[in-house]
């Protein structure tokens, strides 16, 4: 026991109040006929300390490690969307505590509403106002995804945000977890329920197609996510991005060279192998123009300065996930390197280009 617990990080006390209580119990016995955890035990504990960690109740851990329709697969699932989620929250609080600390030093008036605000943000809460300054439709991206759907005629678009990439041709229903970004949608545009892709309120096959744009990286459990689109539609399109190239990360200048913390922010997201093989689709690469009107991450490959903007890096979550410090340093070196020629040395082949292939694929299924 006294090994187990200190594997664990907990004490034996811990260990034996779970065994009187009967959350974990060792089941096996030494040579000298002692008590010892068996491998399953020790995997019922490992689930236990993580929920707990987590900050549920005794009686709801027993509740949970004691579903019999929950494997162990299904439990690191849930674990790790769990995980996501509060990382989500941590990066929205984080935002929110940047922008008052900002107004403060400004000297604004932060009201007890906004203060208040920061403890129940979700990341599009905490940055979504942004988005629209930069975030829309780009012309060439949404005929791909168009081409795509195909002839079908009723869609689910889901994380939809401002509404971006839903086709005005065919009956759409959207689905957005975001209030904020709920409240920007165009008048007009297609009705939208509050809810997540990992949980989507339809009944099975509901939809021709579901499409989902730039938004399974934000899910909490992106595989889940991607089965129920696969359930409530007949057809699937999602426009995500490809970490399965050795080297990715040295795809586009500005990961490569001023930002690798972009890689730890995709550490966690599943391959696209993966993500193909959940719904079971082909893949095709989307180019991102040089004058791309969506103000995505990639966008502006072949026009640096826009980089150096504050109002278009509020509209690309990338930047709140890695935070103020890293934000800083990228944005500082790459200023320099704008002013000294040093950019433009390195990346002359960029101007003889029209389009670039910088990760982003379409998944069709
Ligand atoms: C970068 S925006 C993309 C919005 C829109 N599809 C577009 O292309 O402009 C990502 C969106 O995903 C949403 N989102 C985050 N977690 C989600 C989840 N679990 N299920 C569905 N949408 C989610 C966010 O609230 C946000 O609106």
Known sequence: MGRVAGLAGVSVRTLHHYDEIGLVRPSARTASGYRAYSAGDVERLREVLAYRRLGFGLRQVAELVGDPSTDAV????????????RRDR???MVAAIDTELDARAKGLRVTPDEQLEMLGARLYDAIGGAYTATRR???RIAAQIWDALGDAQTVLNVGAGTGSYEPADRDVRAVEPSAVMREQRPAGAAPCVAAAAEN???QDRSFDVAMAVSTVHHWGDPIAGLREMRRV??????LTFDTDENGWQDRFWLTRDYLPEFATVLADFPSLAGMADAIGARSEPVPVPWDCTDGLFEAYWRRPRAYLEDHVRRAMSVWTRVGPQAEQ????????????????????????LDAADLGLRLLIA
């Open 137 to 139: 439709t780009d012309p």
């Open 90 to 92: 941590a990066d929205a």
């Open 74 to 85: 299904a439990h690191l699932r849930r674990l790790r969307g769990l995980l996501l989620e």
């Open 329 to 352: 340093r990228a944005v500082q070196s790459l200023s320099n390197d704008l002013e000294t020629g040093r950019w433009a040395e390195g990346n002359r082949h960029l101007t003889d």
């Open 200 to 202: 989507l309120p339809f």
């Open 233 to 238: 539609a007949r057809r699937v399109v999602v």
